[in-house]
């Protein structure tokens, strides 16, 4: 089996922080890359930014300076510090991990979201 749960989505206002949570796991599978992406109501699922195993990171220029991916690999937990939110980043935060199976291919799998609402 396996899992990819987000937790730490809430209420904030402008200029407030919260930290996102995505736990993976599954017997058999190794994680590597993971990634956060989010999506507001009537617009296409975004990249936000990316973690390697190695703790290498890439974010997309909207959030630069103010979201930080981290990860600790003991636990298989990627986390996203978010400073300084604006109205702007009011979506539905989503997990991606790269899982690796026992044959060796590598397979995509999403969370189920957290809801990020920041009010004006």
């Known amino acids: 089996q396996v899992q990819v749960v987000e937790s730490g989505g809430g209420l904030v206002q402008e200029g407030g922080s919260l930290r996102l949570s995505c736990a993976a796991s599954?017997?058999?599978?190794?994680?590597?890359?993971m990634s956060w992406y989010r999506q507001a109501p009537g617009k296409q699922r975004e990249l936000v930014g990316t973690?390697?195993?190695?703790?290498?990171?890439k974010y997309v220029d909207f959030v630069k300076g103010r979201f930080t991916i981290s990860r600790d690999n003991a636990e298989n937990t990627m986390y996203l510090q978010m400073n300084d939110l604006k109205s702007e980043d009011t979506a539905v935060y989503y997990c991606?991990?790269?899982?690796?199976?026992?044959?060796?291919?590598?397979?995509?799998?999403w969370g189920q979201g957290t809801q990020v609402t920041v009010s004006s």
């Open positions: 973690i390697t195993t190695g703790g290498n990171t």
């Open positions: 991606n991990a790269l899982m690796r199976a026992v044959n060796g291919f590598q397979y995509s799998y």
């Open positions: 599954g017997s058999g599978f190794s994680v590597n890359d």
